[in-house]
């Protein structure tokens, strides 16, 4: 089966612009989450979706980051406007809906720079 | 609030030796317990889980973790270490109930396998 997708893989901007990252799930996952990887640390979730609904946003700084998830499949992250400390890695991860779909898989990430 | 320590930044073996991966975590009640890899540009790959039973699980790769209860442990073990396992480790915990499935992760253990 295909994994999870993102794109783009790099991103280089500057601060006080703005980004948007995309992830398509695979396919039939109803869970979606979306983490922020700071480099020298674990992930961190910023939010979790099941079908197009948001579960858990305790830890996405709306202020600045909002995501969508309108038809239940593909996500989008945005950051706007973009600070220093949003450089990171952000990664898309994908589980099933059932109770025993312990495992979450994760995309490759997009690596963004904020100069 | 769920956490999990990973005590050693850099873990170095020589190929052919037996490898240790440290973890312990803290969440309330029984937790769920996962150990990923990640190489260089690329996303979180899954190794393996404990959720209940042996407190020995085996993974990916001959891999294996054992759930230690009273010590809060889970610590990542291979009886013969390859060059190839050389990359970034992560330990994270889950708890069982609820409908957010968020994984806490820990800082990450860079693993190095010298020829």
């Known amino acids: 089966e295909a994994g999870v997708a993102q794109s783009p893989r790099y991103k280089i901007i500057e601060k006080r612009q703005s980004v948007a990252f995309w992830c398509n799930p695979i396919?039939?996952?109803?869970?979606l989450y979306w983490y922020q990887q700071i480099l020298g640390q674990g992930p961190k979730l910023l939010i979790q979706f099941q079908n197009n609904g948001v579960v858990d946003d305790s830890q996405l700084p709306k202020d600045r980051f909002s995501a969508e998830r309108l038809k239940g499949v593909d996500s989008t992250l945005k950051i706007q406007p973009a600070k220093l400390e949003d450089s990171a890695v952000y990664l898309c991860a994908s589980t099933q809906l059932w109770e025993r779909a312990y495992e979450q898989y994760f995309g490759p990430g997009t690596r963004l720079t904020v100069t | 609030a769920q956490s999990v320590a990973q005590p050693e930044d850099q873990v170095n073996v020589a190929e052919g030796n037996p490898l240790t991966v440290k973890c312990t975590y803290s969440?309330?009640?029984?937790?769920?317990l996962f150990w990923y890899v990640q190489y260089p540009n690329r996303g979180l790959q899954f190794l393996l889980k404990y959720i209940t039973g042996d407190n020995l699980v085996k993974g990916s790769y001959g891999f294996e973790a054992e759930f230690n209860k009273s010590q809060t442990s889970f610590h990542l073990k291979k009886p013969s270490a390859l060059v190839s396992d050389s990359a970034l480790y992560f330990c994270a915990v889950r708890k069982r109930s609820g409908s957010a499935r968020q994984l806490t992760f820990g800082s990450g253990t860079q693993l190095t396998v010298l020829p």
């Open positions: 969440v309330s009640g029984n937790p769920y």
């Open positions: 396919s039939g996952h109803a869970t």
